[in-house]
């Protein structure tokens, strides 16, 4: 089984997705042989209401629920988050959250993201950060978006203990508490393996060495990326074939509390 | 035959790890199915002054001895040493058995001092990979940097040279890039960088042609790989692109003598 921590549907507003529908996405997922995804919506990341861009998530994926497990964009900056929060987890089955701090312009250490970190950890959600969603030398002229530093991401663990979150599409965690075996954070994070390297540099391997095989998790990025790099990092891993199965799936499961489902 | 057509070697600063990375290469290649490596090394200081690109180039001749089966090799220059830049073009291409030349950003491809490098690879048969990216911001670090339309203007200006335009996933817009070699028909494209974007590879085969690209990584080696495994065309387009179109090229030296 495969499970993917790291997929959209909908649409990028500065280039054209393909395979970006419920069907299409599916076709690339069976086309890799991946079973399932955490899926939010593209779409939110731009939306001032984001929670407009979740329930086009949910309706697109209704008919799909066995393969589409729908994660919620949570703006906490916006006016009455926490219905949206609500709506997401208790009426349209959310397992876990995207969060956009850059793209929606508020800070990790802010109270209200604080707030919302305490809230999902209370209906357990999984808390999901893509360090970043595009590459920064493609971006388009009219926006410009850091992405998120790794140290705030420390630092909000670090807050949180109670909470699980995954990290997407980031690297060089290795050169980060965050990939640190010495360091005191929590071990409630897991890492994407969307931009990690499996050969060279085997960011990878290290990180099963520094934090755990429990830690890492398949992540592609599809539709936006290919999802065939990411496989092909997990065939040429330098690791135990239980390991392996741990990053595609077992770990996913256990995080999204479908392990014994 | 499969052929990373934009590769690096490590520059060796003393005491680092260079022989450690080097290996690593080989043995990422090994893995991934990789048979042949085409290498450059760039001088960490640019731009390059003739020492600075003749030790470069030093060490990859040695690179090349190492691991002769798998390091072919680019001669790097800094086109404006102009008579130092062309003598160790002429040297390592046929001394040394190098395979072609690698410009970086100390010029714009299309700016004059660049034309004498490209006339002599097309007395030698051999092909320019040159450095490129276009982003809609302005890249402070590379004031000079090429983009996919000056390659398709000096490639327009010199159709009989082998004119590849780098990495098409580690420049940018690719999707620009891609538009922007579409006028000229002899220049190459390398798909190599780290940008793996869904599409890319399809929209290069329809606009390009499949004949026009060659598969690269340019060190980031699952992505390479992965977006060519991943992407929907031909088997016949994915022979041509991993290694048919290279060897074309390669073969166009002996052409020239």
């Known amino acids: ?261 | 035959m499969v052929i990373d057509a934009h590769a690096h070697l490590a520059w060796r600063a003393e005491g680092g790890d260079w022989e450690e990375r080097d290996r690593a290469l080989i043995d990422a290649a090994d893995r991934l199915g990789i048979d042949r490596l085409c290498c450059s090394i760039l001088t960490p200081a640019r731009p390059s002054d003739p020492d600075g690109f003749r030790q470069a180039n030093d060490w990859v001749a040695d690179g090349m001895a190492r691991y002769p089966d798998h390091v072919l090799g680019y001669c790097y220059v800094n086109p404006g040493h102009g008579r130092e830049a062309l003598a160790e073009i002429r040297h390592r291409i046929e001394d040394d058995g190098f395979i072609g030349v690698k410009l970086y950003n100390e010029y714009r491809c299309h700016e004059p001092v660049v034309w004498p490098v490209v006339e002599l690879c097309i007395e030698l048969g051999v092909p320019i990979l040159h450095h490129a990216g276009h982003s809609h911001y302005y890249v402070e670090a590379q004031p000079r940097m090429s983009d996919g339309g000056m390659i398709a203007e000096l490639a327009n200006r010199y159709p009989e040279a082998m004119i590849i335009c780098g990495h098409i996933g580690g420049g940018g817009d690719w999707e620009w890039t891609i538009e922007a070699l579409r006028h000229a028909p002899t220049a190459f494209l390398d798909t190599s960088g780290s940008v793996i974007d869904e599409g890319m590879i399809e929209m290069a085969v329809d606009v390009l042609g499949a004949d026009r690209l060659l598969f690269a990584c340019d060190m980031s080696m699952t992505a390479g790989v992965g977006k060519i495994r991943g992407a929907r065309i031909s088997d016949d387009d994915r022979r041509k692109i991993l290694g048919g179109n290279m060897e074309r090229i390669l073969a166009r030296r002996g052409e020239a003598r």
């Open chain 1, 1 to 261: 089984m495969i499970v993917d921590m790291s997929a959209y549907l909908g649409h990028w507003p500065f280039r054209r997705l393909r395979h970006n529908t419920a069907d299409g996405l599916l076709a690339l997922m069976d086309r890799a042989g991946i079973d399932m995804a955490c899926t939010s919506s593209a779409g939110a990341i731009f939306y001032k209401n984001s929670q407009a861009g979740n329930e086009e998530l949910a309706e697109q994926i209704a008919p799909h629920r066995d393969r589409l497990i729908p994660f919620a964009v949570i703006n906490p900056t916006y006016a009455d988050w926490e219905h949206d929060l609500a709506v997401c987890a208790d009426e349209l089955g959310a397992r876990g959250l995207r969060l956009y701090p850059n793209y929606h312009n508020y800070s990790l250490a802010d109270a209200c993201c604080n707030e919302l970190i305490a809230a999902a950890a209370d209906r357990d959600l999984v808390v999901s950060i893509p360090v970043r969603q595009i590459d920064q030398r493609q971006r388009h002229w009219l926006i410009e978006v850091p992405d998120v530093a790794l140290h705030d991401l420390a630092a909000l663990v670090a807050r949180h203990p109670g909470a699980r979150f995954v990290f997407l599409n980031g690297l060089n965690f290795v050169s980060s508490p965050l990939g640190s075996a010495d360091d005191d954070l929590p071990d409630n994070y897991a890492i994407g393996i969307s931009r990690l390297s499996a050969v060279m540099q085997a960011e990878i391997k290290q990180l099963l060495e520094t934090l755990g095989t429990d830690r890492v998790v398949f992540a592609t990025g599809m539709p936006f990326k290919y999802p065939e790099p990411a496989l092909l990092k997990v065939e040429v891993l330098d690791a135990a074939e239980e390991e392996k199965q741990a990053i595609l799936a077992g770990n996913a499961l256990r995080l999204l509390g479908m392990d014994a489902d």
